[in-house]
C-alpha cells in the first residue's frame, strides 16, 4: 500500500526553526511531484511549497526566503525547513505527492498532517 507519512512538527517559539518529512512508501518507481501544504483553523488548505522530478521549484510568497523543501530521491523523502517560524505558521502541514506505482498507475498520496504550532 502507498502511503505518505510525515514527521517533524511540533511546538516552536517565533524566530525558530523546524524541519519536516514525509517519507513514501509501497510499491512507487517514481515521483513526478511532491509538496508541502497546511491548513490553519477556520481557513482553507494552501500550498507551501513543491518540488517536480525535475527540480522545479515553487514556493508560497508567505513563506519565500524562509522556507526551502529538499529531497532524498535515494530515500523518497521529502524535507521542509522552516527557518524564521512565525505566529502565522502556525497550521497543520501536509505532504502530497503524485506518483507512478507499479500496481495502481498514477496516484496522488496524503499525509496525515504535522501540526506546528509557533508560540509568540
Known amino acids: 500500500q502507498e502511503q505518505l507519512v510525515e514527521s517533524g512538527g511540533g511546538l516552536v517559539q517565533a524566530g525558530g526553526s523546524l524541519r519536516l518529512s514525509c517519507a513514501a512508501s509501497g510499491s512507487i518507481y517514481h515521483i513526478r511531484r511532491m509538496g508541502w501544504y497546511r491548513q490553519a483553523p477556520g481557513k482553507q488548505r494552501e500550498l507551501v511549497a513543491t518540488i517536480t522530478s525535475g527540480g522545479d521549484l515553487n514556493y508560497a510568497d508567505s513563506v519565500k526566503d524562509r522556507f526551502t523543501i529538499s529531497r532524498d530521491s535515494a530515500k523518497n523523502t521529502y524535507y521542509l525547513q522552516m527557518n524564521s517560524l512565525k505566529p502565522e505558521d502556525t497550521a497543520v502541514y501536509h505532504c502530497?505527492?503524485?506518483?507512478?506505482?507499479?500496481?495502481?498507475?498514477?496516484?496522488?498520496?496524503w499525509g496525515q498532517g504535522t501540526l506546528v504550532t509557533v508560540s509568540s
Open positions: 502530497n505527492a503524485a506518483v507512478e506505482t507499479y500496481s495502481r498507475g498514477y496516484l496522488e498520496l
